[in-house]
């Protein structure tokens, strides 16, 4: 839709964890594993606390039955995923910018940095989006969205800093920064292959 | 005969306990004598794991039972075959979340007297209570719904999308190369070959025990809500003057609006 | 063209309604009727496949859902950031059928706030852009829900309008205790409470 709170809030939230982060760690000089371990919890909490939105504002506005009365759940879908993915995508490279130049951490391996972000975001949007649509018709919804999606990326947050932790110069890429690239896009490959039906049998319940 | 083979298990559990006592210490472990926990730490994982397959084998079949076409038009009623599908569901689950706190507290106290601390951010352990947390809130969304087939269909939608995840974190995450190597935790296993003998004999005996025990706890939940469903229906059709029900409403013509 | 068979819901222990059969042909316009709390709205979001059944079934013409039911309610809601041409647009491409624009924004007397912003709508406008994407794929069975609600003198002859078109193309449900609405229908349906 036009709204653009989504992307603005979720920027917001992930630059003020970031410079929080920066500040907490002032005049230290931190490895590899220390800033992909951080980026990845601002990326994390920026990701459950923001994308959810796409489903709970259906439900919250009252339009989500007009969606289930037009639409095929699978287009629903991709549809909510895909703008998910270009938030997440959007959100974490300006957050990774602004982390990079906060902490002055070299990247060397800049092909395996991109990767591991772009695949985390895609793994984390298209699982995020199911934890919505799954939370969106409770009446809690929106603390539950975040309750449920949180520990369910913590494994794709540990995948994720070996990936990346291993682009800033922290491990080879013999020793797992190869892997967890690997790891990141089988995630993102499962959730993106198995979210449309998972999603069409709870869409309509 | 039930009494009997009721008696029959818990002689066969008092002959695990005092064994599990005798048999002889294993030299590899800081304190041997303690370690024997881990005979009643070693089936906790594993029935959680069969149980957690099993929890999700019966979510797909909720799913089999809720049409996937876009609109809910079908030949048949099904939510009574769903709910059933969905309390052989939630009974896996309770019962492998009771083995998952198992599991950690029999962990824990190992963790203590072999390593010296109660937590000591043993990759194990710590991926294992990530588990914890994934599977609360798998509780946490079943308490959120109130209608049965909202909180069948979101609850085994979440614990198909929490499986993957839940097997990483068990069997492929405690073993990746750079994590291996900072883990406390023992690899030697029975099917290594490490552990055996009289060791391993026990270990087996309470295994059997545990799954017996379990079958019988799954047993006893799963009638339990079918008998809750029969309960419901038999009142749900007094409210409606019985099996055959007399419609709610009735239609009858009206003359045209002019 | 809308065959009901023993339909029931069950909610919270309690059944709403259970057992009902009836089955409606061409030019059949059926009105429901019942006190507050009696489950006309929840009958009809079950016909429409947004609420499971807990029994019974619901027969529609083979073809798309999407394209032989529609459905106006008024708990529905349009989104505050399109504008009425843009819900119609965004409606016909979900749905895959003909968008039909100009006729249907001169069917419901919108043509003058095409590109208003539907924030900037008036309930009885809005009545009517949800009756317009209800009637947009020309169903066999239209349902709907307190369709005068919040609606002029014009509004309620737009809906006798669409009333009396539906009957010719296939089936009406209206949900209602309105009795000028009633007088719409051939046949009544009472939910007991």
Known sequence: MRSMSGLVTGFLFSAVTVFAISFASLNTKLSGTVVAGMLWVALLFSAASSLPRTFLAEEEMGTADLLRLVARPHAVFWGKALFNIFQCVVTSTLLSILYLGFTSAAVPIPWLFGLSLFAGCVSLAGAVTLCGAIAAQAANRAMLAAAIAVPLLLPLVAIGVGGMRTSLGDGALSSGGSASAIGLIGYAVATLATGPYIFAAVWKT | MKTILKAIFALLMGVATVWSYKVPDIAQFQAPGFARIFLWHFPCPMLFTFLLLSASWFSIRIFQRITLKPFAFGPETNAEAKAKWDIRAVACMELSYIYALLTMATGVLFSEIQWGAWWSWDPRQTSFLIVLLIYAAYFALRFAYVDPAKKAAHSAAYGLLALLPTLFLEFKFPRLPQIEQLSLHPTDSILAGKIKGEYAQCVILILVLFAIMTVYLYNLRVRAGFAEIELEKYYGNLETNGSDPTPTGVVRPVSLSE | ?193
């Open chain 3, 1 to 193: 063209m809308l065959k009901v068979d023993r339909l029931g819901k069950k909610y919270s222990g309690r059944w709403i309604f259970r057992g009902l059969t009836f089955e409606l042909g061409q030019g059949d316009r059926l009105v429901i009727l019942g006190r507050n709390g009696s489950g006309k709205s929840t009958l009809l979001r079950t016909i429409a496949g947004l609420t499971d059944k807990t029994e019974g079934t619901v027969t529609l013409p083979d073809g798309d859902p999407r394209h032989m039911l529609g459905l106006c309610a008024l708990e529905q809601s349009v989104y505050a950031q399109l504008t009425v041409e843009e819900h119609l647009e965004l409606t016909a491409d979900l749905r895959g059928c003909p968008a039909r624009i100009e006729e249907l924004l001169e069917k419901i007397d919108l043509a003058y706030a095409r590109d208003v912003l539907a924030s900037h709508l008036s309930t009885g406008m809005k009545a009517r852009l949800k009756l317009a994407m209800a009637i947009q794929a020309n169903p066999v069975a239209l349902l709907l829900d307190e369709p005068g609600a919040g609606l002029d003198e014009a509004g309620r002859n737009l809906v006798a309008r669409i009333t009396a078109e539906q009957a010719e193309r296939g089936c009406l449900v209206v949900a209602t205790n309105d009795p000028i609405e009633r007088r719409l229908a051939n046949l009544e349906l009472e939910l007991a409470v």
